[in-house]
């Protein structure tokens, strides 16, 4: 069984960079695509980028470009999520999650998810 863990959320300051960190526990494979969400007051979980666990490559929303970069440690079995210049609309608790299909992923969708992590943007 895969278990998600997400980390380093909290108050911040509009402007501020923040990196949010997805620790994996239990095995990867070759075709694992881990994903980053967000789910703010009153909306649906949105997609935000994913990234495959072999190879690296990656994939963001619209929402996501810019100013948002994932990426993983393979040896260190975490994904992490790196926010820069963050916007009191990115408010929300973020998720990462893990599946074999960056459509999937891409739609919410996936075998296994984390508890979230809270990240709050002030004005």
């Known amino acids: 069984q895969v278990q998600l863990v997400e980390s380093g959320g909290g108050l911040v300051q509009a402007g501020d960079s923040l990196r949010l960190s997805c620790a994996i526990s239990g095995r990867t494979f070759s075709n694992d695509v881990m994903g980053w969400f967000r789910q703010a007051p009153g909306k649906e979980r949105e997609f935000l980028a994913a990234?495959?666990?072999?190879?690296?490559?990656?994939t963001y929303a619209d929402s996501a470009k810019g100013r948002f970069t994932v990426s993983r440690d393979n040896a260190k079995n975490t994904m992490y999520l790196q926010m820069n210049s963050l916007k009191p609309e990115d408010t929300a608790v973020y998720y990462c999650?893990?599946?074999?299909?960056?459509?999937?992923?891409?739609?919410?969708?996936?075998?296994?998810w984390g508890q979230g992590t809270q990240v709050t943007v002030s004005s």
């Open positions: 990234i495959r666990w072999s190879g690296g490559s990656t």
């Open positions: 999650a893990i599946d074999d299909s960056f459509t999937k992923l891409s739609r919410s969708e996936a075998r296994y």
